[in-house]
């Protein structure tokens, strides 16, 4: 029996998390012949992901540059997987998300007419230019898709309300859950003394990310303005602030924060600290999209501050409220949650929309059962 041919393509952390337990699960079994490439969109935290889930790669485009635009991102990466697509041949070529890397990938798996499978299909935010440019990274991945695997029901809702096909769309799960299940440890301890010496049972540790370049300019102020108050109205908050390279998003942390006590600036965490950091703290506030997915997983309410989301189901299971981007609700909406305890038991009790942690068997099935069994599309 002929291996069905998968060429797995992923470039930055975040879709190193997700695709990893594919990755596993795929190597694993003998009716695939799988290949791993990445093109390292994003260098160093990409290489960290590698390491704790031991993918070694069988091609690295290593394409990251300083200062890099998106346009160069798009053709270095598809000048490089051009190569990699005609030397392998895949049958199938596995995309995960939105980033630029994706684009890229499904736009060359078209040109070489190989069936494109995109993991976590169907995220939108309703707006073009938000998340930039991550949405429209992801609507044009689905113009060229083959195999939608949409994480969540409403995923796939927006993908039949754009009128793809329904026996090509397929509710899975998110692969994130399937990653994130595997390296908790609720005796985890910290290579940093410093996160190790905080005080998880007694105070409320808020942990933030933030470094949306629609975010960056006033709307970043307002955030860190509200974390600002916060902190000064109530001693028994710290925050933690693992901030981004990003030197624009630094300089305002720099001006709003400066060096108040309470807010702990520290620099990027491997994903598994940063999960266990996830898993211990009090709250998430954030304007990322996949901690909106792992922190319902471990029971932390998050707030997202934006102005939309393309993860809406976590806003209606009542795991994650919409914050927006003006200091005043923000700071209202905090402190609802630091002082109403029955409101933060609501939300971290929840029921966690993302899946079962078996997203990847899913996917898998999914394209082995369309492979051999030749099921028509």
Known sequence: MDKLKVLTVFGTRPEGIKMAPIVK???????????????????????????????????????FQHGQTLTQITTRAMEGLERIVKEFRPDVLLVQGDTTTVFAGALVGFYHQVKIGHVEAGLRSGNLYSPYPEEANRKMTGVLTHYHFAPTKEAAGNLLMENYPPEKIFVTGNTVIDSLVQVIDDSYIFEDDFLNSLDYKNKKIILLTAHRRENIGEPMVNIFQAIKRIVEDNKDIEVVYPIHLNPNVRSISDEVFGDIDRIHIIEPLDYLPFANLINMCYLVITDS???????????KPVLVVRKETERPEGIEAGTAKLAGIF?????????????????????????????????????????????FNNNPF
Not at 289 to 299: D, H, K, R
């Open 25 to 63: 699960v795929l190597n694993e079994d003998n009716r695939f012949l799988q290949r791993v490439c990445v093109t390292a969109q994003h260098r160093d935290m990409l290489d960290q992901v590698l390491k704790i889930f031991d993918i070694t790669p069988d091609y690295d485009l290593d394409i």
């Open 289 to 299: 999209g996949g901690i909106q997915e792992e922190a319902p997983t471990l029971g």
């Open 327 to 371: 200091e005043d609700d923000i700071y209202r909406m905090i402190s609802e949650l630091i002082h109403d305890s029955k409101l933060y038991d609501e939300m971290a009790n929840a029921v966690n929309p993302y899946g079962d942690g078996r997203a990847s068997e899913k996917i898998r099935d999914i394209l082995i059962n369309d492979h």
